[in-house]
């Protein structure tokens, strides 16, 4: 199976600078392709309202990956820097895919044969929107537990140990398909995606025969209700570190609000709150990593249920605390793992009143808001409303029946 691997790397200023070069090469790529294609695009539609035959139209750069780096090898003489400072081959050709990734999802939305929001023609790559190159295949791969080998740039040291990849690699038990090293408020990481074997992992944390299933319902106050075919039911909050880093970085808005903007002290803070935006990141990466990967080792089946989150977000009083959560990832991370761990993922229906819906009658209260935490019923049982919406979405495992309990 596939999977990801990311390490953070620990590079001299020489190797900083030798990196630092690379993302500027993808971002010189890209942007010349880019404007390569939109020159012909205009050429063409210049030409057709000036009445040009259509079988005498100017060509047009081909939106393919092979055409858009044939492009590149042909203007790469342009750029001196490319071949005196021994700039890696490699990193041209991802971002020409890069690039064709982009414009089959912008024609595809177009056409109405991709899912999902609708995609925008691409636009140019810019240092403050993010750092980055990649490497095809297995040219970039670990050489040991604390060193990596990058093309053109040579070895360089993690910060943390690689043992798990480089045992699996050296027994052909992993394969690296490529990789990505991306800078993030100075911090270098590098990840990995492989092809690796996780029978041992898998089959020692496979869930138990007789586990309980449990249902779960997310939401701002506590981030999720699990309601469990045992009788238990658990409230789980965003961790204390989650909650400081969120503090922290409405402290360092204000206080760069107050800058004057490019001066030493505003770059300053505009760093300092970069730091913090990775923290509260990999705060609540965290938290959902431990999270899920107890549910998935613990439970027979795990009923989520299936929220547009895109569409809540919309609601600008409660888009901030919506996105904080992070319920999207947390599905995510759920659903892949559970195929690990030999749990089960129940989705249920979008529309699905769990919260709404009466256990005891089968009444809907149609009039509950988000404000009501405890609402009672026309037939009298009195409800938690996170509870009850828990219990709801367990009831949709076959063969769960939760009684009256209030």
Excluded at 41 to 63: F, I, S, T, Y
Excluded at 165 to 176: G, K, N, Q
Excluded at 225 to 232: L, P, V, Y
């Amino acid at each position: 199976m596939k999977q990801g691997f990311q390490i953070e790397l620990a590079p001299t200023p020489e190797q900083v600078a030798r990196l630092a070069s690379h993302t500027g090469l993808t971002r010189v790529v890209y942007n010349r392709c880019l404007d390569e294609v939109k020159r012909t695009l205009d050429a063409r539609k210049a030409a057709r309202e000036a009445g040009v035959p259509d079988n005498e139209l100017p060509d047009l750069l081909g939106w393919s990956a092979p055409a858009l780096e044939r492009y590149w090898r042909s203007v790469a003489h342009e750029y001196e820097w490319f071949a005196s400072e021994n700039m890696s081959s490699r990193v041209p050709k991802e971002a020409c895919r890069n690039l064709a990734s982009a414009l089959k999802n912008f024609s595809d939305s177009r056409k109405g044969t991709r899912r999902g929001r609708r995609m925008g023609f691409p636009k140019h790559k810019v240092r403050k929107h993010g750092e980055h190159f990649r490497i095809d295949e297995a040219r970039l791969k670990p050489v040991s537990e604390w060193l990596i080998v990058v093309p053109n740039i040579g070895k360089i040291t993690t910060r943390e140990n690689m043992g798990w990849l480089t045992e699996r690699i050296a027994d052909s038990r992993a394969r690296v398909l490529g990789s990505k090293v991306t800078r993030q408020a100075g911090r270098w990481f590098v990840s990995f995606q492989l092809e690796v074997d996780r029978t041992d992992i898998n089959e020692r944390h496979t869930v138990p025969a007789g586990a309980p299933s449990v249902g779960i319902d997310v939401g701002i106050k506590s981030f999720a209700t699990i309601a469990s075919s045992d009788g238990r039911v658990e409230d789980i909050c965003l961790p204390a570190a989650v909650k400081k880093t969120r503090r922290r970085v409405r402290r360092l808005n204000k206080e760069l609000a107050r800058r004057v903007k490019g001066s030493s002290n505003w770059n300053t803070t505009r760093d300092r709150l970069a730091a913090a935006h990775v923290d509260a990141v990999n705060a609540r990466k965290d938290f959902h990593h431990k999270l899920t990967t107890s549910l998935t080792r613990t439970k027979t089946a795990i009923v989520i249920e299936d929220l547009n989150v895109a569409g809540m977000v919309k609601n600008r009083r409660l888009a901030r605390a919506i996105s904080e959560q992070g319920w999207a990832e947390f599905a995510r991370l759920l659903t892949y793992k559970a195929g690990w761990y030999g749990s089960e993922i129940v989705v249920a229906d979008r529309w699905f009143a769990s919260s709404r819906l009466c256990r005891a009658c089968g009444a809907i209260n149609a009039s509950l808001t988000l404000n009501d935490r405890v609402w009672v019923c026309v037939c009298g049982v009195r409800h938690d409303r996170d509870v009850n919406a828990a219990r709801n979405l367990l009831a949709q495992v076959a063969g769960i029946d939760m009684g009256l309990v209030a």
